[in-house]
């Protein structure tokens, strides 16, 4: 009930926009979700720094926080290798699965070494409550979070989607409104 109440908000929620540095939102983020402190079973990469984006820091914060929850919950390993990073608008074309829109805007990901989604679920994982595994089973849930991140993308003007191998590992790739999301 309460992920159900949190979603129905995100739709009326004004966005209070700033420049943020998204290095300090993804720690927040990390923070929060308790991924630095020792025994939190996964390591997180950040191949290059982030840039600095016109957004909504505190929504952001909880885009990364849902995304690498779902990065750490699903994983058969006893530590989860986690990438956080961003493809710049002149890497774009080379991302899997990205929609025809948006091109030329900077494009975030997190990436994952866990147990994969088939392809012909990446639509479903995006729906309220829908889980593709047991309630109780990858450390239960409701299957709200990528919903969540979902609306908060779009309210951001961006999209969300991603590209998934089983067995292997996913890729969740967002955009945030507008090509000039990277000047930082």
């Given at each position: ?24 939102v ?51 390993k ?5 990438e ?29 070494d ?21 309630r ?6 409701v ?33 945030l ?5 990277e000047?930082?």
């Open positions: 009930l309460d992920s159900l109440l949190h979603f129905s908000r995100m739709g009326r929620l004004e966005l209070e926009l700033e420049d943020a540095d998204l290095n300090a993804l720690e927040e983020a990390l923070e929060m979700i308790g991924a630095r402190r020792p025994g939190s079973g996964c390591s997180i990469e950040v191949p290059r720094p982030l840039p600095t984006v016109l957004c909504d820091p505190v929504r952001v914060r909880e885009i990364y926080s849902n995304l690498l929850t779902n990065a750490i919950k699903y994983t058969e006893s530590e989860a290798r986690i956080v990073g961003y493809l710049g608008s002149e890497e774009a074309g080379a991302c899997p699965n990205r929609p025809v829109a948006g091109a030329g805007q900077v494009i975030f990901y997190v990436r994952d866990g147990i994969g989604i088939d392809r012909r679920h990446y639509e479903q994982v995006f729906r309220m409550f829908k889980r593709m595994h047991g109780d089973e990858f450390g239960g849930g299957g709200a979070g990528l919903t969540i991140a979902q609306k908060l993308v779009q309210r951001h003007g961006g999209q969300i989607w991603i590209d998934s191998s089983l067995g292997q590992g996913t890729t969740v790739y967002f955009t409104a507008g090509p000039s999301a000047h930082g």
